[in-house]
């Protein structure tokens, strides 16, 4: 009989403050070399690779941050970028055929380091970029130029 897929939110409960993840440097993430977003966009992944799976799952019991990073070469993906975005995994969806769903935020930008394989898929060491924020005066003074 077909199961249904099960749902985990991730919320306060998840144990990750904000500072908690975004440190500054040293950090080891694993990799999902795709594309990339922007601190605070939200982006869907399907995620049905076995190499993927086995990463997000060890992703989900652990911090639930991952790197997202473009490809430096086309669309090859063992070739992660010199760059990345640092997402928090906020909701996941366990699909019957073993694959899942999840939705991941942007954190921070990040520069990529020494890059090793695990299990199929990269991690990388990265070191966090320290952007200026943008003010909501400045936002709209831009827009107005426009």
Not at 33 to 51: D, N, S, Y
Not at 65 to 82: E, M
């Amino acid at each position: 009989s077909a199961s249904t897929p099960s749902t985990r939110k991730s919320g306060s409960g998840s144990g990750i403050s904000s500072s908690d993840a975004a440190p500054d440097a040293g950090v080891s993430l694993p990799l999902f070399v795709l594309g990339a977003i922007a601190p605070g966009m939200k982006l869907r992944l399907r995620i049905f690779e076995p190499r993927y799976r086995l990463m997000f799952r060890r992703v989900l019991e652990g911090s639930q941050i991952f790197g997202l990073c473009p490809c430096k070469i086309g669309n090859d993906t063992s070739v992660p970028g010199s760059w990345g975005t640092a997402c928090r995994i906020v909701d996941s969806t366990d699909l019957a055929d073993g694959q899942k769903v999840i939705v991941c935020e942007g954190l921070y930008r990040f520069k990529t380091g020494q890059v090793s394989k695990l299990d199929g898929y990269l991690v990388a060491d990265t070191a966090r970029y320290h952007d200026n924020p943008i003010s909501d005066a400045e936002t709209l003074t831009g827009l107005e130029k426009t």
